[in-house]
């Protein structure tokens, strides 16, 4: 079964640091891209951040481009979001998402169940 | 305000056929990136509907279809059933803004 399982969310004070961890299964990880995109309470999606399956393309949202670091990590099937200086607006559901290909730049295929960030 | 502009909500009536609007422009939709929606119910994790403008993952039912002309896509939900309630969101990636973009998304109710 094709998996992605969030990990990693909490309550943090404003301006500390978290880190979000994804773990994936169920396919071949280093053949795609992935994904970081949340949701804050009662609103829409919103995409945070994607990586390319050699991590040579990275791509950040202006809201955090600067405060967050995408990683991933082929030998563990894992991808991470390092996120610093937290704000309240950071406060959301926090999807682990995998694209169709290689290249961040497609749709989204596989989602987790996400992991709740809250910043206060 | 989303760079994916879609109508806040839509409704229809059991059987009845709606459509969905995503407008883009010139850095997006107009150049040629492809349309991708998705539906979300309460609740629960967005879930892919349609990708590359006008194809379903397999599952999906073929009451689902997409299209897209220019700078804008449009998604049709026909013989609409309870379970289709929910919102739906439009994705596409932005050369402008070097990464992927949504609509602000659309809640489809079934009267």
């Known amino acids: 079964e094709l998996q992605v399982v969030e990990s990693g969310g909490g309550l943090v004070q404003p301006g500390r640091s978290l880190r979000l961890s994804c773990g994936a299964s169920g396919f071949t990880f280093d053949d795609y891209a992935m994904h970081w995109v949340r949701q804050a309470p009662g609103k829409g999606l919103e995409w945070v951040s994607g990586?390319?399956?050699?991590?040579?393309?990275?791509d950040y949202a202006d809201s955090v481009k600067g405060r967050f670091t995408i990683s991933r990590d082929n030998a563990k099937n894992s991808v991470y979001l390092q996120m610093t200086s937290l704000r309240a607006d950071d406060t959301a559901l926090y999807y682990c998402?995998?694209?169709?290909?290689?290249?961040?730049?497609?749709?989204?295929?596989?989602w987790g169940h996400g992991t709740t960030v809250t910043v206060s | 305000q989303s760079v994916l502009t879609q109508p806040p909500s839509v409704s229809g009536a059991p059987g009845q056929r709606v459509t969905i609007s995503c407008t883009g422009s010139?850095?997006?939709?107009?150049?040629?990136?492809?349309v991708h929606w998705y539906q979300q119910r309460p609740g629960t994790a967005p879930k892919l509907l349609i990708y590359g403008n006008s194809n379903r993952p397999s599952g999906v039912p073929d009451r689902f279809s997409g299209s897209k002309s220019g700078t804008s896509a449009s998604l049709a939900v026909t013989g609409l059933l309870a379970e289709d309630e929910g919102h739906y969101y439009c994705q596409s990636y932005d050369s402008s803004l070097s990464g992927s973009v949504f609509g602000g998304g659309t809640k489809l109710t079934v009267l």
């Open positions: 998402v995998r694209d169709k290909t290689a290249i961040p730049n497609y749709a989204m295929d596989v």
């Open positions: 990586i390319s399956w050699n991590s040579d393309k990275i």
């Open positions: 010139s850095s997006n939709l107009g150049v040629s990136y492809d």
